[in-house]
């Protein structure tokens, strides 16, 4: 298999989640940012890999010259593989590159927040699933639903079968809800509907394409709203690297004459952290933990995975368990790389930074936290409706006023998104996922 290009930017945890993956796997690869595909740098692969986060965020890296280049590899006989966000990035709803003629299902039709273990149904006579069961276990993290008419260019690859043990619908575990019901009891899922705000039935699931392929130009897509890349997870594993031989495999030669990748930008002068950098973020990466175990005591999450919490309805709980998760990696990566001898520390102004942001960020996260939980206990508390004059008030500051990050937390993901890639540009070796 040819080097693939792994989109980095606002990847966040799902970045560092397929690094991961692909370094276990053995797949060869490059980071790219949104400013190498502007430049052109995408022409030297045959595979572009677009793992999850906000597609609005992923836009802004691009760049109106970064969103032509994919479109021009994928017509020139380009793969592209994106998975939930990365998903989301190539579909027709804004914001999004537009690529596929298929929209995001309206949040009032989809279900919103499911989680876990899913049981897919896949085409067995395509080659993605050479030498797999027809049905497959995946995992999948609060995606979208793709809506609009299957094609012959638009084709479903894989239909979601059934729901698995750790499934979840926001913070309700629906084995457990229905194992309830089997033994006599009820699972009100009309009155839960009511009292959430959302949907929650699994069945708006059941049927629903969950991988899609599409052709473009010469060039083909396979979108994906289960993560193949979980960590563990041996099944989307192999119909990872089935997909992307496929895909490899699939992409025009004549088109893409594939001259030597050059070399990753920033390692022929790499910026290596310094001693003082180190206990900067050292104490960042300490003060995120301290946040984790204040919404532990108060019972507002609990580790899901070692690379994801689960939390209590009405929170935000991605956003701090993202910053808890990737500033350990960066203080275990940079903690590898750092220069130790010298005094020369170009990292120190940024990580500074960080450590004023991240002790400001966690100062506000406990009093926002605490009038959540106290808001709750009257009322229902939502993500993004306003609550009371303290708590909207919070939330603007730490997360802006969308569901996609912005605010204080808006501003730390950027900064570390940066210093991470700046890391894995230098460090050749692989590195796991942990709290």
């Given at each position: 298999?040819?080097?693939?290009?792994?989109?980095?930017?606002?990847?966040?945890?799902?970045?560092?989640?397929?690094?991961?993956?692909?370094?276990?796997?053995?797949?060869?690869?490059?980071?790219?940012?949104?400013?190498?595909?502007?430049?052109?740098?995408?022409?030297?692969?045959?595979?572009?890999?677009?793992?999850?986060?906000?597609?609005?965020?992923?836009?802004?890296?691009?760049?109106?010259?970064?969103?032509?280049?994919?479109?021009?590899?994928?017509?020139?006989?380009?793969?592209?593989?994106?998975?939930?966000?990365?998903?989301?990035?190539?579909?027709?709803?804004?914001?999004?590159?537009?690529?596929?003629p298929l929209e995001r299902m309206p949040l009032s039709e989809r279900?919103?927040?499911?989680?876990?273990?899913?049981?897919?149904?896949?085409?067995s006579d395509h080659p993605a699933w050479r030498g797999l069961p027809?049905?497959?276990?995946?995992?999948?993290?609060?995606?979208?639903?793709?809506s609009g008419a299957l094609t012959a260019s638009v084709r479903p690859?894989?239909?979601?079968?059934?729901?698995?043990?750790?499934?979840?619908?926001?913070?309700?575990?629906?084995?457990?809800?229905?194992?309830?019901?089997?033994?006599?009891?009820?699972?009100?899922?009309?009155?839960?509907?009511?009292?959430?705000?959302?949907?929650?039935?699994?069945?708006?699931?059941?049927?629903?394409?969950?991988?899609?392929?599409?052709?473009?130009?010469?060039?083909?897509?396979?979108?994906?709203?289960?993560?193949?890349?979980?960590?563990?997870?041996?099944?989307?594993?192999?119909?990872?690297?089935?997909?992307?031989?496929?895909?490899?495999?699939?992409?025009?030669?004549?088109?893409?004459?594939?001259?030597?990748?050059?070399?990753?930008?920033?390692?022929?002068?790499?910026?290596?952290?310094?001693?003082?950098?180190?206990?900067?973020?050292?104490?960042?990466?300490?003060?995120?933990?301290?946040?984790?175990?204040?919404?532990?005591?108060?019972?507002?999450?609990?580790?899901?995975?070692?690379?994801?919490?689960?939390?209590?309805?009405?929170?935000?709980?991605?956003?701090?368990?993202?910053?808890?998760?990737?500033?350990?990696?960066?203080?275990?990566?940079?903690?590898?790389?750092?220069?130790?001898?010298?005094?020369?520390?170009?990292?120190?102004?940024?990580?500074?930074?960080?450590?004023?942001?991240?002790?400001?960020?966690?100062?506000?996260?406990?009093?926002?936290?605490?009038?959540?939980?106290?808001?709750?206990?009257?009322?229902?508390?939502?993500?993004?409706?306003?609550?009371?004059?303290?708590?909207?008030?919070?939330?603007?500051?730490?997360?802006?006023?969308?569901?996609?990050?912005?605010?204080?937390?808006?501003?730390?993901?950027?900064?570390?998104?940066?210093?991470?890639?700046?890391?894995?540009?230098?460090?050749?070796?692989?590195?796991?996922?942990?709290?």
């Amino acid at each position: 298999m040819t080097p693939l290009a792994l989109f980095w930017d606002q990847s966040l945890v799902w970045g560092l989640v397929f690094w991961e993956t692909l370094q276990k796997l053995a797949i060869p690869f490059t980071l790219l940012t949104g400013k190498d595909i502007a430049e052109g740098r995408l022409a030297h692969y045959r595979v572009l890999v677009v793992p999850g986060g906000w597609a609005s965020h992923k836009m802004k890296a691009l760049g109106k010259q970064g969103r032509e280049e994919i479109d021009r590899f994928i017509l020139r006989g380009g793969s592209y593989l994106g998975f939930c966000g990365g998903a989301g990035l190539a579909l027709s709803s804004p914001p999004s590159l537009s690529l596929v003629p298929l929209e995001r299902m309206p949040l009032s039709e989809r279900l919103p927040s499911a989680s876990g273990g899913v049981l897919v149904q896949g085409d067995s006579d395509h080659p993605a699933w050479r030498g797999l069961p027809e049905q497959l276990p995946l995992s999948i993290w609060w995606p979208s639903q793709f809506s609009g008419a299957l094609t012959a260019s638009v084709r479903p690859l894989a239909t979601y079968a059934a729901t698995g043990e750790d499934f979840m619908v926001a913070d309700l575990p629906v084995s457990d809800l229905t194992l309830a019901a089997e033994e006599g009891g009820s699972t009100p899922w009309d009155a839960l509907e009511a009292a959430y705000g959302i949907n929650l039935k699994p069945e708006r699931l059941l049927g629903h394409p969950a991988i899609i392929e599409a052709t473009r130009g010469r060039g083909r897509l396979i979108l994906s709203y289960p993560h193949m890349e979980t960590p563990e997870d041996r099944w989307g594993h192999a119909l990872l690297r089935n997909v992307l031989t496929y895909l490899d495999d699939k992409a025009s030669d004549a088109l893409l004459p594939l001259p030597a990748p050059p070399p990753a930008p920033g390692n022929a002068s790499p910026s290596l952290p310094g001693r003082g950098s180190m206990e900067s973020l050292m104490r960042a990466r300490d003060a995120a933990d301290d946040l984790i175990r204040f919404g532990e005591r108060h019972l507002l999450w609990t580790w899901r995975r070692p690379w994801l919490l689960h939390w209590k309805r009405g929170i935000r709980g991605l956003e701090y368990g993202t910053l808890a998760v990737t500033l350990k990696a960066l203080v275990e990566m940079g903690g590898r790389i750092a220069n130790e001898a010298g005094a020369f520390d170009p990292w120190r102004e940024e990580a500074d930074r960080i450590e004023r942001n991240i002790l400001e960020f966690c100062r506000l996260a406990r009093r926002l936290l605490i009038e959540e939980k106290l808001a709750g206990l009257t009322g229902t508390v939502s993500k993004l409706g306003s609550v009371n004059k303290v708590v909207d008030g919070l939330r603007q500051q730490l997360f802006g006023g969308s569901m996609s990050h912005g605010g204080l937390s808006g501003e730390l993901f950027n900064a570390i998104d940066t210093l991470l890639l700046q890391v894995l540009r230098f460090l050749p070796g692989n590195i796991r996922m942990k709290h």
